[in-house]
């Protein structure tokens, strides 16, 4: 298998899982913005000239969710998902896929009205409203988590995904997490794993 990656976007996810998995690949780094990531050649790969993507043979996947499903069904032997049919699987579906529906997009709007843009351009306004809709879709995690060290029973892929929107939103974007005692615990619980710890400093 093939990594594409970049730090502090989606790929860490893909790097983290694989490591969690102890599976070999190769990665090809670029430094987030390079024009490398616009080139026709890897356009071919990802059409948005993003990361991550994945080439697994003759299969190249390029969004982050279907990436982790497609290692899990092909590579995963029954590792990093509850048992299908049970009350954790559910659970699991529930916060696999809750980060890219609801904490990524205000993440994605936060990054560009605070990092991306320049300052001429950027929309305070927009950056509020962002920081507001975040901070309420985390105490749903925040509640849930309540009692639990894991979103769906044990460690799980519904970790890997929704947990690393919480840990980006606590040490990339600085997010304000003084009321939200159990999502602190369980980013420090996260950030403690080896595989996220080799998976972010790639």
């Given at each position: 298998?093939?990594?594409?990656y ?48 994945l ?22 032997n029954?590792r990093?998902?509850p ?22 997009p ?97």
């Open positions: 298998m093939k990594l594409y970049a730090q502090n976007t989606r790929a860490v996810r893909i790097a983290w899982l694989l490591e969690e998995l102890g599976l070999p690949y190769e990665i090809e780094k670029f430094q987030l913005g390079s024009p490398d990531m616009r080139s026709p050649d890897y356009r071919k790969i990802h059409p948005m000239g993003r990361v991550p993507a080439e697994d043979g003759d299969i190249t996947l390029f969004e982050s969710g279907a990436i982790v499903q497609w290692v899990l069904a092909v590579h995963g029954g990093l998902q048992t299908v049919g049970t009350k954790e699987f559910a659970q699991y579906l529930q916060w696999f896929h809750y980060c890219e529906g609801m904490i990524m205000p993440i994605n709007t936060i990054v560009v009205e605070t990092i991306l843009l320049p300052p001429e351009r950027r929309n305070e306004a927009n950056a509020k409203r962002a920081i507001k809709l975040l901070s309420q879709m985390l105490t749903a995690v925040e509640t849930h988590m309540e009692g639990r060290d894991y979103l769906a029973g044990d460690f799980s892929a519904a970790d890997i995904m929704t947990g690393h929107s919480v840990t980006v939103s606590r040490e990339m974007l600085k997010l304000d997490f003084s009321t939200l005692p159990n999502l602190s615990a369980y980013a420090d619980r996260l950030l403690a794993r080896p595989a996220l710890q080799k998976a972010w400093r790639l």
